[in-house]
Structure formats: C-alpha cells, structure tokens
C-alpha cells in the first residue's frame, strides 16, 4: 500500500527566506514522487516529478527536492521565498509499476509568505 | 481546448437533488482521474477510466456516486440525491497514453455546494 504524510499543515516564512516543506512516504513499489501547487482558486500544477532518475530533482520557480530512499523522504526546498509562492503544496506518490498509478495526495501544507 | 475543462465550475444544489459535473480531457489523453477535496483536505481518490472502461472504481464514496466515459473523450459524474457531506470541489485530471501517471493535467475543478 502506498501512503504520503505530509509533517506540516501551515507553513510561515519571510520573504527572500528559505522554504522547506516535508514529506514522508510510504510504498510497496519503487514510488514515483510529485510536487503539485494550487494557488488560491486555480488549479493544481506540478511543481516537479522524480521517477527513478536522479535523486535530487528541480522544478519550476527555483524549487527542487531530493528522495532520500533511507528516510522515505522527499522534503521540498526553496533558497529564497517570494511572495508569489504563498499556496497550497501537495506532496504525491504513485508505485512505479504497471500501467496504471493511482496518485495519492497528502493533506497538504499550507505555504505563507510575509514581507 | 488547451487544458482539461470541467464544468460548471460552480453549483449549488438543494440535499436531495440529483447533478452531473462534467469533464472534458485534453485530446488525446487516453486516462482520465476524478477526485474529490474536500475544505481542508487532501485529494480523496474517486474514478480512474482508460477508454471508456473504468478499471478503478474503488474511491467512489457510496452507490449514489456513478461516472461515465464515452468516445474515449468526455466523462461526466453523477450524485444521486447529494447529501450536504458531498458538498467539495471536484476534480477531474487526464494524462496520455505511455505515460501512466507521470504526467497528469488537472482541471480547475467544479465547486459543489449542497444546501
């Protein structure tokens, strides 16, 4: 079975500080692991994706996450926060197998940016 | 259309009436996703169609809850008698053939309120 948990429900940074969001996974399978956005009434965008390539994997607007195989972790990083990045993240695995991968979300965690 | 398209993207509804919501993937996509979020929540699985067939219908909450896929194209999803606990945005995600789930296009999704 396969499961993601998600250590944080709120998030609280400034801006131009860095950003970690924490994510815990679970999976029977070699998982793929994802990053999905949703801003405030718009819909969700993957952030990035790893699928068994390198470890650590950048996405769009300077964030990137590293899969740490040992902690069944893939925490999301950002060097410096802008204000634009205030959103809901969802961290998301799916087994890597078959043609069929169901994604299942976590709770997801609430990003909040203040000057 | 150049992403999935989901409508109505608002609805509210009286307990006890009957709605469909409906979604239309981006052409070509071969899987079509539906879920559900509720306030606060993460994404709760519903429906999975390749083609027109439904290999997973395992997240759908109770018997009330029926989708469908037709030409391979638009899929609508059905709520007999809506409850005030069906009240969610529903959302609806498509991805192409050969890619299984590393690559899913989700809608904006339709806002269900039930009164």
């Known amino acids: 079975a396969q499961s993601v948990t998600q250590l944080d429900s709120h998030v609280s940074v400034s801006e131009g500080t860095p950003v970690l969001l924490r994510c815990n996974y679970s999976?029977?399978?070699?998982?793929?692991l994802f990053w999905y956005v949703q801003h405030p009434n718009k819909g969700l965008q993957l952030l990035l994706k790893y699928t068994s390539a390198a470890t650590l994997v950048k996405g769009i607007n300077g964030f990137e996450a590293e899969f740490k195989k040992s902690e069944t972790s893939f925490h999301l990083t950002k060097p410096s926060a802008h204000m634009s990045d205030a959103a809901e993240y969802f961290c998301?695995?799916?087994?890597?197998?078959?043609?069929?991968?169901?994604?299942?979300f976590g709770a997801g965690t609430r990003l909040a940016v203040h000057p | 259309g150049a992403g999935v398209s989901q409508s109505p993207s608002n609805k509210v509804t009286e307990k006890g009436k009957d709605v469909e919501l409906r979604c239309d993937p981006i052409?070509?996509?071969?899987?079509l996703y539906w879920y559900r979020q509720s306030l606060g929540q993460g994404l709760e699985f519903l429906i999975y169609f390749q083609g027109n067939s439904a290999p997973d219908k395992s997240g759908l909450p109770s018997d009330r809850f029926s989708a469908e896929r037709t030409g391979g194209s638009v899929s609508t999803l059905t709520i007999q008698r809506t409850q005030q606990e069906d009240s969610a945005v529903y959302l609806c995600a498509s991805s192409p053939p050969d890619r299984g789930l590393n690559e899913a296009f989700f809608g904006q999704g339709t806002r269900l309120t039930v009164v």
């Open positions: 999976s029977s399978y070699s998982p793929s």
């Open positions: 998301v695995v799916t087994p890597r197998s078959g043609g069929y991968n169901k994604l299942i």
């Open positions: 052409s070509g996509h071969t899987a």
